[in-house]
């Protein structure tokens, strides 16, 4: 089993930042990947960005997150985080963590364990 709450969300102008923090407990940490996924209103809930459990933590992005969106994890602290930069109103969304612990890929294809969301609202 694996508990995951995210935090960091809130309201930030476009163009401004916002760290997104997962904390995760129960199973180890640092053996499986984790991810962060968004939800819009109205819309399906998309992929944003990955990281792998492996020592050299590699990292993938969502094409829209490219550029803008850094995912690191701390593997002491059981945390992983998302760095949101020039955030644009179309990033308005819950945003949640994900882990995936039955190593479906890399990326992964699937996550079996998700946190409870966290909302990001950027105005113009």
């Known amino acids: 089993q694996v508990q995951l709450v995210e935090s960091g969300g809130g309201l930030v102008q476009t163009g401004g930042s916002l760290r997104l923090s997962c904390a995760a407990s129960?199973?180890?940490?640092?053996?499986?990947?984790m991810g962060w996924l968004r939800q819009a209103p109205g819309k399906e809930r998309e992929f944003v960005a990955a990281?792998?459990?492996?020592?050299?933590?590699?990292?993938y992005y969502a094409d829209s997150a490219k550029g803008r969106f850094t995912i690191s994890r701390d593997n002491a602290k059981n945390t992983v985080y998302l760095q949101m930069n020039s955030l644009k109103s179309e990033d308005t969304a819950v945003y949640y963590c994900?882990?995936?612990?039955?190593?479906?890929?890399?990326?992964?294809?699937?996550?079996?364990?998700w946190g409870q969301g966290t909302q990001v609202t950027v105005s113009s």
């Open positions: 990281i792998s459990w492996s020592r050299i933590s590699s990292t």
């Open positions: 129960g199973r180890s940490f640092s053996g499986y990947a």
């Open positions: 994900a882990a995936d612990t039955s190593v479906t890929g890399w990326p992964p294809v699937s996550y079996n364990y």
